[in-house]
Structures are given as C-alpha cells and as structure tokens.
C-alpha cells in the first residue's frame, strides 16, 4: 500500500499524492481521479482558465453546470459554481503544497 500526503482537503474534496507512485488523486463526491504529476499539470493547464460562464449549461431542474469532458465518452465530470470554485481553489493548494513538499523532500 503507498503512503500517501494529503495536499488539499476540505469536506467535498480530498487531493493527495502517493509518495512511492508519483501519483495524484482527487477525491470528490463518489469520483476518484488518478493522474500522473505530468498528467494533474497538463489538467491544471487545461482548465485553470475556463470561466464557468462561458461553458454554463443547465441540468434538467434548471440548475445551472458546467460539465467538462473526459476521455471517455460516457463520462463526465459536472460542477455547479460553487462546486467549480471549491475545485479548482483546492487544486491551486494542492499544487503549492506539493511544490512546498518537493522542495523540502527532494
């Protein structure tokens, strides 16, 4: 089993980092995302300056989304605004602690 750190966490959103595997994986409501820490930069990249108003679309109850692709087809991830905020703040701390952790640990 791989030790991991925890870089990011609050009650919706858990991001950590496996010390052995060099992986990242981002925990949130009933979704486990795995990437490789030149996969979770090239995300990070991709989507840090998406605004939410440029991609709304509206769930079925009216709700307003923004639902982002996957490489798979039948699935995607969908955030409301807070969701979408709540994300993306805790990726930027995921991302400093890990750059905090590399250079104190490596």
């Not at 955030?79 to 979408?84: A, L």
Request: glycine residues 2%; aromatic residues 16%; negative net charge.
């Amino acid at each position: 089993m791989c030790k991991t750190t925890v870089l990011a966490q609050n009650k919706n959103i858990t991001i950590a980092q496996c010390n052995n595997c060099k992986v990242l994986n981002i925990w949130r409501s009933g979704v486990l995302m795995n990437f490789s820490f030149d996969q979770f930069d090239a995300f990070y990249m991709a989507t840090k300056k998406l605004d939410f108003d440029d991609y709304l679309e509206h769930r079925p109850d009216g709700r307003e989304v923004v639902i982002l692709s996957t490489p798979f087809p039948d699935i995607s991830l969908v955030f409301t605004r807070e969701e979408w905020y709540e994300f993306f703040t805790k990726i930027d701390e995921a991302l400093y602690m890990k750059r905090v952790y590399e250079i104190v640990y490596y």
